[in-house]
C-alpha cells in the first residue's frame, strides 16, 4: 500500500492581501505554506485602503483620457492624479508602455475579462464571511459614484450604459434620489451612479482575522524578512537568501506589492510596476454616511467603516518615497465639503495620516500566473487599486495554479512575461 504523495511546500513572498488570501486557499488545499514578510504585517498597502470591492471597476487605469487629465494634473501636487515629473529610467519606461495602452481598443479587450474577475472575487468574499473566524463588515450596499459637473455626469452616465449592457447592477440617480439614499446628511451633488453591484468591508479588519485564521493552521508568518536573492538550479528556485537566513523551497509564490520589480529582477525577471502612493484619514462622523462613495471630480473614496469614515485618495505616480506630502492630503481635505457640506474637516495631524503605494502596472492589469524563466515561481501582482477586490480570486487562482487544476476563469490577459 503506497502513501499518499505529500503536497510541495509553499513559500510565499509578500503579506499584503494577495499574499494572505493565497496562503489561506493553499493552506486549504493542503499545502505547508511559509510567508515571507519584509515589514510587519499591519503597515502595508492592504490595512489603509478604501475597503471596496469593485465589479464597477472594469476600466483599466491605462484608459483614454488619462494621458490629457495626467498631463493637466502632473503640474498641480494637489490634483487626484499626478505623476511626479523625474528622468527616473523605470518610470519613463513604465510611462511609455502606459501611453501605449491609453486606447479604447485596450479598453474594450479588457473590460469582461475585468468584469469577471471582480464578480467571481466578490463571490468568494461572500463565501469567505461565513467562516466562522472572519467577520470582516462585509456589507453590499454598493457604492454611489457621485458627480457635480455636467461633464463628469455625462462621462459617468455613459460608463453606467455600459455596465448595464454588462449585466451589471446599476442605476442612475438624480440629486434627490440620492439624497434619499443618504438621510442623514446633506448632499451637494448634481447626481449619482449607484453601482449596487459593489460592496465594502474594512480591510485591517479582515487583514487581522486573516492573519490570525492562518496563525491557527500553522502557516509560518516570518516578518521583517528581506528577500537578498534566489538561488536556481535547472530552471527553478532552489534557495531564497533573506536577511533572515535561508529558505528552501519547493514552489514559490511572489507578491510583493509595489516592491514586486524589485523581486523579480533578484529573479532575473523584467515585470515593470510603478508605486502610486495613496492616503487616507479616519474621522468619526458628523452625520452618518450609510453608502460608500467615490467623489468622481476629486477621485476621493468615502467609506462607512465601524463607527468611523475612512476618507482617501490621490494617486502619485512615483519612485517609492516615504515623506507624506500635505499638500496632496490637503487636497482630499478640500474636497469633502464640496460634496459632504455638512463634513468641514480639518486637516489632520500627521501621525494620523497613512499612506500606502499601489502597485500599479502600465496596462492597468494584474499579473496572474507562471513565470515563463522559473518553472516554479508564480507570479500575483499588480494589482493596483484594486488589491483588496480582487484578492480572493487571485488567491483561488494561485491554489489552481498550484494544483494544476482547471482554472476558475481565464488568465490570458494577466500573463506575468507579456510586457517581455
Known sequence: MSLPQQKPTVTIIGAGIIGLCSAYYLTKAGFKVTLLE?????????????GMIVPSHFVPLAAPGMISKGIKWMFDNKSPFYVKPSLNPKLISWGLKFWKHANPQHVEHSAAPLRDLHLLSKQLYDELAKEPELD????????????????AAEEEIHLAKKAQQMGLDVDVLNAGAVQNLEPDTALAVLGAVHYRCDAHLSPSTLVKQLIAYLKNK??????????????TNQGKITEIHTTNGTFKCDLVVMTGGAWLPELAQKAGLNIPVMPGKGYSFMVDPYHQIHHPSLLLEARVAVTPMGAQVRFGGTMEIAPINHQINMNRVQGIVNAIPQY??????AVPQVEKIWYGFRPCSPDGL???????????????GGHGMMGLSLAPVTGKLVTELATNAPLSIQIDNYQPNRFN
Open 366 to 380: 494584474p499579473y496572474i500566473g507562471y513565470s515563463h524563466k522559473l518553472a516554479n515561481l508564480i507570479i500575483a
Open 38 to 50: 519584509q515589514g510587519d504585517l499591519y503597515n502595508n498597502c492592504s490595512s489603509g485602503n478604501a
Open 340 to 345: 459632504y457640506p455638512d463634513y468641514q474637516v
Open 136 to 151: 470582516f463588515g462585509l456589507e453590499k450596499k454598493g457604492i454611489l459614484m457621485l458627480y457635480k459637473t455636467q461633464a
Open 218 to 231: 500553522e502557516v509560518e508568518i516570518i516578518t521583517n524578512c528581506k528577500v537578498n536573492g534566489f538561488e
